[in-house]
């Protein structure tokens, strides 16, 4: 069965600074990667997506992400964050046919 | 570009009353599914349907949930007795094929006093 880790609970920085949410999954076959973002009391929105084809994903409001398979993760990054981006950001794997199961989420805090 | 669209947006219910959360996925989609997350937690599978019946269902999907698709355009989740415990967000989602991304609702904030 697949699962997801997000590594961090928390991640506060500093607004124009970048930013790297770490996420590894684990899974006995390959694997769809998910980013999706929750807005306080909203529902959920994907940020990006990996099916197949390149490895680095770029996704909406300038995040992107790296599916390393040898790692087994799907890092989202950020080259410069705004106070907008302050959110809660969930990992999910999916297998083929399957469910999606999420990581425990990262909140995302922008300071200014 | 196309929606999932749930209904309500909020929903307060009486502890052992019946709620029916109502989803309208993307027209063209096969696969449709319900998750929840309770508050502050993370959001965990209830339920998976394809060709008319359920392909998979989680530990918490027990006798008090069903799922139905009456018309060919909706798709419901029915708590049958709701307990404390069923106080969630509620999450619909759908998608056109097994190896495609998912389509997520914005979610029915069930509230059970």
């Known amino acids: 069965a697949q699962s997801v880790t997000q590594l961090d609970s928390q991640v506060p920085v500093f607004e124009e600074a970048p930013v790297e949410l770490r996420c590894n999954y684990s899974?006995?076959?390959?694997?769809?990667l998910f980013w999706y973002v929750q807005y306080p009391n909203q529902g959920l929105q994907l940020l990006l997506k990996?099916?197949?084809?390149?490895?680095l994903v770029k996704g909406i409001n300038g995040f992107e992400a790296e599916f390393n398979k040898s790692q087994t993760s799907f890092h989202l990054r950020k080259p410069s964050v705004h106070i907008s981006d302050t959110a809660e950001y969930f990992c999910?794997?999916?297998?083929?046919?399957?469910?999606?199961?999420f990581g425990a989420g990262t909140i995302l805090r922008v300071k200014s | 570009e196309p929606e999932v669209t749930q209904t309500p947006s909020h929903q307060v219910t009486q502890m052992g009353q019946e709620v029916i959360l109502r989803c309208v996925p993307i027209?063209?989609?096969?696969?449709f599914y319900w998750y929840r997350q309770i508050l502050g937690q993370k959001v965990e599978f209830l339920v998976s349907?394809?060709?008319?019946?359920?392909?998979?269902k989680s530990e918490i999907f027990d006798d008090q949930f069903s799922v139905e698709r009456p018309d060919g355009s909706n798709f419901t989740l029915k708590i049958r007795s709701t307990k404390l415990e069923d106080s969630a967000m509620y999450f619909c989602?759908?998608?056109?094929?097994?190896?495609?991304?998912?389509?997520f609702g914005s979610g029915t904030r069930l509230t059970v006093v």
């Open positions: 989602a759908s998608r056109l094929r097994a190896d495609h991304g998912y389509t």
């Open positions: 899974s006995s076959v390959s694997v769809y």
């Open positions: 990996y099916l197949s084809g390149s490895t």
């Open positions: 999910a794997v999916g297998e083929y046919g399957n469910k999606l199961v």
């Open positions: 027209s063209n989609h096969l696969y």
């Open positions: 349907f394809y060709n008319n019946e359920i392909s998979e």
